[in-house]
């Protein structure tokens, strides 16, 4: 019945070598619903926010048929704020300050109407808060994880009790090394897998993504950008693009599941595109098709001379 | 009427984490020379050893079908030979010595009978005896060309005038910043094809490779491999399989070259699985066929839900 999205939902200030803004919409929820938003399924997003969040934030939302109903407002509290600078070397940020505010005491409280959802998102945070959220969903068909270093480095034991209860983990080749302590990424997969995730997807930014499964190995190829704007949001515009097509589809096949991967390396193309969350606002289904045809046409080949 | 090979013969002492060698067979058109001579053309091998260089070295070659007309053997002169050592990373590697005997003086003269060679491989070195190569050519068909950082860093004139002349160059991402100076791949790749050559391959090394021309960009993804023991040799692999099955097929459109980009990344994950040579040494068509299946089914997805 849709799917659930629970993550955090900031103000961002950002500096690139390009640009810079001020308390621009962020937060791993943020991009991956508004990213999942462009598939037909219902999406739900849970977080929380202070009353300083403003109100076009809201309507942005809303104007994505993202459903609100698990959206906590803090009277008296102020919104998650985070500041980075990327350096030349895009790959490369610093974090100029995490100003926590409502998101330091978030409870996810899931609403009666929404634990029924069969598909469910856990975006990047504490991994005792991302059991908290399986606890409540009643029979989730398919749970879709994120994490981070900061995670796997200090709180490994709730993380390792998450994974044994998600059907897939979405991380980055040095999260993946971390976690596993194998610098060799194939043989770091075989690992993490074996701590409980069904699927594996490790993403290499400008090096596409892999998927790993029983059923084999899958190597999506990376959109060929010239220019990134912003990097921010990249990982939850794949997650949510990711999930996005498999709640349209309801179709978790493998075969299926490579198809979800390149959607979801197309919605972290448009994401970096532009600042913020810009990138994800005027999107279509069918821009989002012709990308992932792209996607298509840069990876095949016949095998027939 | 064949393949002309041009580059290094040399005798490797080589040493990594998990074993070590001395005085084995390599060298750039040995790599190459070896990895073409799985597909149907002849191979002809230019190159310069001393009398030390051993009769067996000589019989692999020629077991493997490689015309060794070509071959200079320099008397009281001794081989060009190479020492290095691997990190436990296997992509930092130190030099421990270079003494380049025979090699110091090659002159790459081509057999009359060779010179109407339609397909050419200018293995790595010095651009100034590239362009010798290509003068005593007629009429080549089709000329891949390989380099380093050394001539980019040193040469770049004499490099900058073989790369008018060639239709493919094959280097890695670091070269092709170094040479582009620009650290965006796609950019870089613009700029380089610019400088002449019609077809750009950028190998990414675990990453796969890029095949850029003005029909499009093809990604090509990397075999997961689990255990490299020796890459010394990979790229002149890649070449050799690559060039190969251009020779085999005698198609160079965009499309055939996309399949001899995934030929000469098979080549190149063979090379890699052994110690100096031996990873090229017993292979067979069928047996690099079903790797080059492998990667399709590594990178392939249906458009069709």
Redesign the interface.
Known sequence: MGLLVVGSIALDSVETPFDKTDNALGGSSTYISLSASYFSGPVYLVGVVGDDFQEEHIELLEDHNINLEGLQKIEGGRTFRWGGKYH??LNVRDTLFTDLGVFEKFDPVIPEKLRKCSFVVLGNIQPDLQTKVLDQIVKPKFVVCDTMNLWIENQKEDLLKVLKRVNVLIINDSEARLLSQE?????AAHKIREMGPQYLIIK?G???A?LFGEE???????Y????IYDPTGAGDSFAGGFTGYLLK?G?VTF??L??AV?YGSALASFCVEKFSTKGLEDLSYFAIHDR??EF????????D?
């Open positions: 030349y070397d610098p060799n990424l194939i043989k290499k400008e090096h596409g892999l084999g190995t899958f190597s999506a190829p990376a060929p950008m010239e220019n589809t179709d075969e299926n490579k198809r390149v992932f045809m298509h046409n840069l990876s095949m080949f016949d095998t001379e």
